[in-house]
């Protein structure tokens, strides 16, 4: 005989699609394991095809396709409930992400992202920085960086390959108000590469989405001020 029962589920079993900036995937490899371990989750920390010397196929030439090509990944894994982190580039990445609509994402995280055009608001241009400029202009506190840079240099190459000279798309901020899922931005206000008042523009053009400023953190959250991060991230459903 077969009952009805009444069922109390308490595995709340999240996966996770981190994505890296401009430094590569030694950037969020810390932040992946924190996220695995206090989370119980499944964390997904690939490496952008072109980063760190891997392949990329010719027809890989922009910020959309590589958007597209995370979600197949997505469809052939048959994830679904699936939120989208990204940092800084991979945060342009996650908001091209979101856009799609694809039933595996419920939500995305953006940290620092880069991306729109904010008119007073530039993006640095990292090109030609010395360690000790990326150094001042990444992190709050100089000192507590990596030696002898703050963390992996920004592979430029790989990272134009997608974006283009401007590293910003002049349609993205009004494609954002299209955006289906909710989008947590994240900011760590001692940012020199993207202010904050760039953060808060990016946020405004996104629906639902919420503005979390992080004090005492520069361009790398997850890097400087991870367990505030993670805190921002877990509360995004």
Known sequence: MTSELT?????HTRTFLLLHGGGGVPTMAGFAHLLAERAH????????????????????????????????????LDLTGVTV???????????????????????????????????????????????????????????????????PGPD???????????MADPTLAARLGQTPVPVHVVWGESDGIVSPEYGKAFAAAIPRSTFTPLPRTGHLPQVESPEALLDAVLSVR
């Not at 994402?105 to 620092?112: E, G, K, L, P």
């Not at 241009?125 to 990444?138: C, Q």
Request: charged share 20%; hydrophobic share 40%; aromatic share 6%.
């Open 7 to 11: 069922l109390l589920d308490l595995d």
């Open 85 to 151: 982190i990204g940092n800084s580039f991979g945060g342009w990445v996650a908001a091209e992400i979101a856009l799609l609509g694809s039933p595996r994402v419920s939500s995305a995280v953006i940290a620092n992202g880069i991306g729109v055009e904010v008119g007073g608001h530039p993006v640095t241009d990292v090109r030609g920085l010395s360690p000790a400029e990326l150094r001042k202009l990444s992190w709050h506190d100089p000192s507590k960086a990596p030696q002898p840079a703050a963390g």
């Open 156 to 166: 430029v190459q790989a990272l134009i390959g997608y974006t283009g000279p401007a």
């Open 41 to 76: 989750a499944r964390v997904l920390l690939p490496t952008h095809p072109g980063f760190g010397g891997t392949p990329k196929p010719d027809d890989l030439i922009d910020v959309a396709g590589l958007a597209r090509t995370y979600v197949d990944l997505l469809d052939r």
